[in-house]
């Protein structure tokens, strides 16, 4: 079937409107000539709105239907597209709609709260609209949000290319094909994480230019999903570490109960697997699992597959076609094999900016190459093994939590005197928020504050980066100039765990 394709999900569901497209958590189905006509509605009613080339739009959407036809009506109408997190507040999902200037904002009803003014869901959108193509169809972008030291998230924009959806196909097709061996065909792609991260949304993407069928559920349960692959014979999937770790700790009667060798691709990122972790994955699956390594900015920079991994254990692969990669010291000298150095990556994909933000578009990049953030080194045949995530970034699920964003809201409470905030190891979640106050004077550490300050949190930050311990020091380490130094931290918290 895979030859008789044509290149992107537009003309495959011109070419073939019956062919499976979507399965959504509550069972509803869509043909990609359903799909299609739903994403040639919204894309008429957003052009209704005033929408123009170059023009962004935020979902607050939960996956599902609603949120692919979004992405994939921007895409062809040349729009921005910004996933918003909807577990962020009110306050934070209003910062990142005023950062990228969003002329239209779509929330779904249960979100709606969060988001005053914005518009009622996709279907809307869509509503009294035509189900045909619309005129002067060019490609749109998604531009995501990452936060950086400063923890406020920052736009990574790229710049529209101007040319038809369809003529990026060939690329992302051969691309992936390399990379993690998906190919165009009857596949079937299973989205166990929300759209608004990256990987998920760009693997759905990618899943129906393949013309893959895309199994969506809207969240991640263990059984659940294995019994989601069991049921539509799942062939690709993408997931992150602790997943694969909560699937390990089901029964083993749970884990036999379902039949998982439809599998062919289970592609990992976003967090340091434990090698016994994949490990145990592969002796369960089969040698499905690959892994790539990169960020929001640089993309894919590296993978490898199961074969490669099973025979050099740790690694992240080598660098991906069209990356190069250069391990360099503090100075910016070249570092040999197996010396551990700063990671850089350059890519003939292009280049990205922060939005509102060149000086830190700058300050990430060293000439053409840009700086990971992260600690590695290659061995003698390229592939990168890392030391260490960023300095202060705390990957928890595979979810990054930048600690100065805690940091200043627990500061705005008054019995905090200072706070740092560090990321313990943790068996299950890669690492957990740990933050370290040093109370006001007067007042006294213990339950009840620790209590007031969890409830501090609560209308100001997420959920998922709430502190899960907080623990209470006289005083924290600073440097002369003011710096808090979280090294200093981490290592007597460490060391205090560990009975040192």
């Not at 060149?358 to 953030?373: D, F, H, N, Q, V």
């Not at 928020?433 to 501090?456: C, D, K, N, Y």
Request: aromatic share 8%.
């Amino acid at each position: 079937m895979a030859a008789d394709l044509p290149p992107g999900f537009y003309a495959i569901a011109a070419a073939d409107p019956g062919r499976p497209a979507l399965i959504d958590d509550d069972g509803t189905r869509y043909t990609y000539g359903e799909l299609l006509a739903l994403v040639h509605q919204v894309s008429h009613g957003l052009r209704a709105r005033g929408l123009t080339t170059g023009d962004v739009v935020a979902g607050v959407l939960p996956n599902g239907a609603e949120a692919v036809a979004l992405l994939m009506a921007t895409g062809q109408i040349g729009l921005y597209y910004v996933p918003v997190n909807w577990h962020l507040t009110e306050p934070e999902i209003a910062y990142i709609l005023g950062d990228c200037d969003a002329r239209l904002v779509v929330a779904a009803p249960e979100y709606a709260a969060k988001v005053p003014g914005a518009a009622s869901g996709v279907r809307a959108l869509a509503e009294g609209q035509p189900a045909t193509a619309p005129d002067g169809r060019t490609a749109g972008a998604v531009m995501w949000y990452t936060s950086g030291t400063t923890g406020f998230p920052k736009g990574v924009r790229r710049p529209l290319s101007g040319a038809e959806p369809e003529a990026v196909v060939p690329l992302y097709t051969w691309f992936l094909g390399e990379v993690v061996d998906l190919t165009p065909g009857d596949d079937v792609h299973l989205v166990t994480s929300p759209m608004y991260h990256s990987a998920p949304c760009a693997h759905t993407q990618f899943a129906l230019h393949l013309g893959h069928t895309v199994v969506i559920t809207r969240r991640f349960d263990p059984e659940h999903v294995l019994e989601l692959i069991q049921r539509h014979r799942v062939t690709n999937a993408m997931m992150v570490p602790t997943m694969l770790h909560r699937m390990l700790r089901l029964p083993e009667q749970v884990r036999e109960r379902y039949d998982v060798s439809s599998l062919r691709q289970v592609i990992h990122t976003a967090a340091a697997c434990p090698v016994e972790v994949k490990r145990q994955i592969m002796d369960w699956w089969g040698p499905v699992l690959y892994e790539y390594y990169g960020s929001t900015e640089s993309t894919i920079a590296f993978a490898v597959k199961p074969h490669d991994w099973l025979a050099r254990p740790g690694t992240v692969g080598r660098p991906t076609p069209t990356f190069e990669a250069r391990i360099l010291d503090e100075d910016g000298r070249d570092l040999p094999p197996g010396e551990p150095g700063l990671i850089h990556v350059k890519s003939g994909l292009g280049r990205f900016e922060y939005h509102k933000d060149p000086a830190k578009t700058a300050a990430s990049m060293r000439g053409e190459w840009y700086a990971l953030g992260d600690i590695g080194y290659l061995d003698e045949d390229g592939f990168l093994f890392l030391c260490d995530r960023r300095t202060d970034l705390i990957v928890s699920g595979g979810v990054n939590i930048y600690p100065a964003e805690i940091e200043a809201a627990l500061l705005d409470h008054p019995a905090v005197a200072d706070v740092a905030v560090i990321g313990a190891p943790d068996a299950e979640w890669g690492h957990t928020v740990v933050a370290i106050v040093q109370p006001a004077p007067g007042v006294a550490p213990g339950e009840e504050l620790t209590a007031e300050l969890l409830a501090h949190c609560e209308p100001r930050l997420a959920r998922f980066k709430h502190p899960r311990t907080v623990v209470y020091r006289d005083t924290l380490p600073r440097t002369p100039t003011g710096k808090l130094s979280r090294s200093r931290v981490r290592e007597a918290y460490l060391s205090d765990l560990a009975g040192g």
